[in-house]
């Protein structure tokens, strides 16, 4: 089992002190309900790479983009409709406010359209890096 990437360890750290940020500060509705959603996707991804094993990353990614992009959309899509379902009251956590606030309380369609743009950045992101930081290259050692 490889180490996991510690830069992505930190991203990952960096981007949840803004979702914080952004949550307790920010009461615009551009940047607390639709940028904290597109940075969301982003933080998402960061952590994957920072607790998956390289190897198994290297399995899920095509010579384009990872796999763990289509997968992080579904997710996210599948937590908006339990939100739809209010899924929070189903389960009685409607008091507990970190609860709300972590699964999210109304379903938007809006929502859906940042995920999907957090993809989409996800996407340039691992182009560019593919691209220019050659990281899965055929001299990388083989997945096993």
Not at 49 to 54: E, M, S
């Amino acid at each position: 089992m490889q180490h996991p990437h510690i830069c992505f360890g930190i991203v990952s750290i960096f981007l949840f002190l803004c979702e914080i940020l952004i949550a307790l500060c920010f009461h615009n509705n551009f940047i607390r309900f639709h940028f904290g959603d597109i940075l969301v996707v982003i933080l998402l991804y960061a952590l994957l790479r920072t607790i998956l094993p390289v190897s198994i990353w290297k399995k899920m990614h095509t010579r384009t983009i990872s796999l763990w992009i289509p997968i992080l959309m579904l997710f996210s899509v599948i937590v908006e409709c339990m939100q739809a379902l209010h899924i929070v009251e189903l389960l009685g956590l409607s008091s507990n406010s970190t609860a709300s606030l972590i699964i999210g309380t109304s379903f938007d369609w809006v929502d859906l359209l940042c995920y999907f743009s957090g993809c989409i950045v996800l996407c340039l992101l691992e182009w560019i890096e593919n691209r220019f930081l050659n990281t899965f290259s055929d001299s990388d050692e083989k997945v096993k």
